[in-house]
């Protein structure tokens, strides 16, 4: 991809969007089931989606793209400094440490 062209994103790095949205969404069902109705998780839904199919895309052209870089920068310089460390989910802890295949349920 160079500079001029207009960005699109790959298969791979599509599927990958929906499964690391899907994961936000699921993260985030208590605070929708408490403070968001269904139409405003609609509206919320494509806007994870398309956020993180957008890093993703920036992060993958990162060192190819002068524009993808720009991006990139920019949101780093946007991370607030009271933000805490991310952490892994804790039914994904849970799901790792356990003996056995199935998936975590929460």
Same mark, same amino acid.
């Given at each position: 991809?160079?500079? !001029?062209?207009?960005? &699109?994103?790959?298969? !791979?790095?599509?599927?990958? @969007? ?10 985030? %069902?208590?605070?929708?089931? %408490? ?15 398309? @956020? ?9 052209? *990162?060192?190819?793209? %002068? ?13 607030? &400094?009271?933000? %805490? ?6 039914? *994904? ?8 295949? @199935?998936?975590?349920?929460?």
């Amino acid at each position: 991809m160079t500079d !001029e062209s207009t960005p &699109t994103l790959s298969p !791979e790095m599509g599927r990958f @969007a929906m499964i690391v949205a899907m994961t936000v969404r699921n993260a985030i %069902e208590d605070f929708h089931c %408490e403070h968001l109705t269904d139409e405003q998780m609609r509206q919320l839904n494509p806007i994870i989606r398309n @956020a993180i199919a957008t890093a993703l895309h920036a992060f993958e052209n *990162y060192g190819s793209s %002068e524009k993808a870089r720009k991006f990139m920068d920019f949101q780093h310089r946007c991370i607030p &400094t009271y933000w %805490e460390p991310p952490e892994l989910l804790e039914g *994904y802890v849970k799901f790792w440490k356990r003996k056995g295949d @199935a998936p975590p349920s929460g």
